[in-house]
């Protein structure tokens, strides 16, 4: 690997990087960090808004307001979609939409009859199947985005959207892949449906103090600066054109 420049490493995390690294050893110039496949430039036009960025003047008490709780990815247990049905069943009052198809390859995901028993213990819990895109869709007032993932994330693109939409997000631990703080998303602490009922009044109350309002901005502007299809298209096009100019070199040789 070390006398052959013509291979080069591309990362979507910086833990998938560090572990790889543990493994084999990879010169700086071959070693790439590009986050994901990035969010399309045109979440960033749309022109629909959520209540959340509204002033707190211009809207009602935390206490009426009605959440709509988000699960983005396919139904599987790793990916915590039981989890997000036990923190759904905890806010009844609220809607919840379940966006994610189910994989009839894996052991680890729902079923049809499994989806009827948990619509019949909730009524005010939606699946929705496989949509394209329905955070740039969905009209809710007052979304929240779950990610109660301990699967192996590369980069969770629900995030990212969610982010440009400037719609808050909660996440696991392991789902920020050491990329999303607490300065931008809101992290649970555990996996216990506490931390994250914890983290959704965290939400409510920063709403009302109007720090909400302020990380929901940040979020937007690092997905600008970072994330959006256009730069990871860039950045990853420079790779194979460096690859491309060795090989061209080589050949020369």
Known sequence: LKRDKRTSFIFQNKNDM????????????QNHLIFGSGVPDYFLKKRKTNN???????LSNKNNIKINLIYLSRLL???????????ANNFKKSNSSVYGSIDPSSSDSLTKEDIKNIIETNQNLKFYGFKKEPLLEQT??????????????????????????????????KATCDLF?????????????????DCINRILNDFESGILQKKLKR??????KNLLESQVFEKTISVYKNLEEINYKKTEQ
């Open 181 to 197: 703080d607490e300065s931008l998303i809101y992290i649970a602490k555990t996996d216990q449906i506490s931390s994250y009922k």
């Open 77 to 87: 247990k790793s990916k915590g979609i039981l989890t997000f049905v036990e923190i």
């Open 18 to 29: 560090k572990f790889v690294s543990k493994i084999i050893k990879i010169p700086d110039a």
């Open 140 to 173: 809710y007032k007052y979304p929240i985005l779950l990610v109660p993932s301990n699967y192996g994330e590369g980069l969770p693109r629900g995030i990212v959207e969610a982010m440009a939409l400037k719609i808050p997000v909660i996440s696991s631990k």
């Open 219 to 224: 979020g937007n502007k690092y997905v600008r």
């Open 52 to 58: 959340w960025i509204k002033q707190k003047n211009d």
